[in-house]
């Protein structure tokens, strides 16, 4: 639904930011505690502006008292999911990853599973096309190897940039000469590259929500990165969404977290530290 008049939005009541709030913490897991009020309004404003929408309020009064949420749940949380990444950010990560992948190397070949690994909140694709070309630059190296990368995220928006995989010249900066010589196609004149196809066909992307059960991991996995995500959940949400995804995990599994993520030791899961937010899964007891 949408209105005819594209008129100025006035400001966010009390009322309805409890109930956005409310609403977004339930779908999302994202806190948007009464001081990021201005933050939510800024997310709706431009949202309720490209539906015609007067006011915050009438906005609010269509979502939750005319049936509104049924066609626009996806793009509320469309416009207050923040989506920041680059490829190999952490780099840290990537060296430990690069450095364990021998130990794998037995168990992803003759006629055994491959190494699983899952991007947890891909955003636009750089982080599983990161893992992506670590992983093949391994196979180049070490014959029988193989490996599958499952990405996800809640936003659709990104998830079609991320099948897309085309990206800005700029957005390149972290990869090596070797790298984009090896997995980038570039047209001379243009200012965008893109992954090249074979390195596109090992990543497989899905629309997930980690509030919804069942998770999509049809198999255990190996390795699942999930940074600078649970962040944005309060303690509880932060309990519940790394349990779930330790049971994704196979023990012995890596489970990388982003530096922003803090200290999850109060939180008693199965995980022991082994590196600046990684972690290992337990066996279990």
């Known amino acids: 639904m949408t209105r005819s008049e594209p ?3 006035g400001p966010l ?3 309805e930011f409890i109930r956005l709030a409310e609403f977004v913490h339930t779908r999302s897991g994202i806190r948007v505690p009464p001081s990021k009020k201005s ?3 800024g997310r709706i404003r431009r949202h309720l502006r490209a539906l015609g929408f007067a006011t915050m309020n009438e906005y609010c009064k269509w979502l939750f008292e005319e049936g509104g949420l049924v066609q626009d749940e996806a793009a509320l949380l469309e416009a207050v999911t923040t989506n920041k990444t680059e490829f190999f950010r952490e780099p840290h990560h990537f060296e430990f990853l690069v450095n ?3 130990n794998f190397q037995g168990s ?3 006629g055994h599973l491959p190494l699983r690994i899952w991007s947890a909140g891909c955003s636009n694709g750089a982080e599983p096309y990161s893992l992506a070309m670590i992983c093949e630059d391994f196979a180049r190296t070490n014959p029988g190897f193989r490996f599958e990368i499952f990405a996800s995220d809640i936003s659709t928006e990104v998830l079609r940039m991320a099948m897309r ?3 800005p010249h700029s957005a390149i900066g972290p990869l090596s000469l070797e790298l984009r010589k090896r997995y980038l196609l570039h047209d001379p004149g243009c200012d965008e590259v893109r992954i090249i196809p074979d390195l596109r066909r090992k990543v497989t992307f899905k629309h997930h929500n980690l509030m919804d059960e069942p998770y999509p991991a049809s198999q255990p996995m190996d390795i699942v990165f999930c940074r600078n995500l649970v962040i944005y959940f309060d303690r509880a949400t932060q309990r519940t969404v790394l349990s779930r995804l330790c049971r994704c995990l ?3 599994g890596y489970l990388f977290l982003g530096h922003s993520e803090g200290s999850i030791a109060d939180l008693k899961l199965p995980l022991r530290p082994v590196g600046p937010t990684i972690f290992v899964r ?3 007891s």
């Open 7 to 9: 008129l100025e939005s």
């Open 39 to 41: 933050f939510l309004e």
């Open 13 to 15: 009541g009390r009322r």
């Open 100 to 102: 364990v992948l021998p």
């Open 108 to 110: 992803s070949g003759g």
């Open 282 to 284: 337990e066996e279990a």
């Open 165 to 167: 995989a085309i990206y």
């Open 250 to 252: 196979r023990p012995g």
